[in-house]
């Protein structure tokens, strides 16, 4: 399937389908840190804003994944990436997720980037964790109680980081 999927940036039209892949992504509450019931506002305003460079996954030229990156932090930081990745749960397992993550990684050094850090991989959002092992990824710190899980109370996240 890898074959068919493209990304390419995102456009304005993307706009519902990639808040429908929001939307869908935080209904539950376990794996991103927003509030199952944040509005389209809020969250499009996040993904969309301005410091970030914004991208859709596509398949059949439908989009099927968004993902961003932008610094980690501003100015002596900003050699280090940070990104953020959304799957339609419609196409779960389906290699999406691999192909953006190595996708944005070659993205990310392409506009410079030394590495890519992530500042917060929920530890029991498994297939993340395996996810980012598998492209490179190391988890370099711990962070205790770092995420409210709806069905585990408390929950630890991880800092992730890979050199490009």
Do not use: C
Not at 2 to 23: A, C, M, P, S, Y
Not at 125 to 139: M, S
């Amino acid at each position: 399937m890898n074959n068919q999927l493209k990304i390419r940036g995102f456009e304005e039209t993307d706009r519902e389908v990639v808040w429908d892949i929001i939307h869908k992504v935080i209904a539950s509450g376990e794996t991103y840190v927003f509030h199952p019931d944040s509005s389209r506002e809020k969250m499009l305003a996040y993904w969309l804003a301005s410091d970030k460079q914004v991208y859709v996954a596509t398949l059949e030229n439908k989009v099927v994944g968004t993902f961003t990156l932008k610094p980690n932090q501003p100015d002596r930081g900003a050699h280090i990436a940070n990104g953020s990745y959304m799957v339609s749960p419609d196409h779960a397992g389906k290699g999406v997720g691999t192909f953006m993550a190595k996708y944005s990684l070659e993205e990310a050094k392409r506009l410079g980037y030394l590495a890519m850090q992530f500042n917060i991989v929920i530890k029991s959002n498994e297939n993340a964790v395996k996810l980012w092992k598998k492209v490179g990824f190391d988890i370099i710190g711990e962070i205790p109680n770092a995420f409210n899980h709806p069905k585990l109370g408390m929950t630890n996240a991880y800092i992730m980081y890979k050199s490009l």
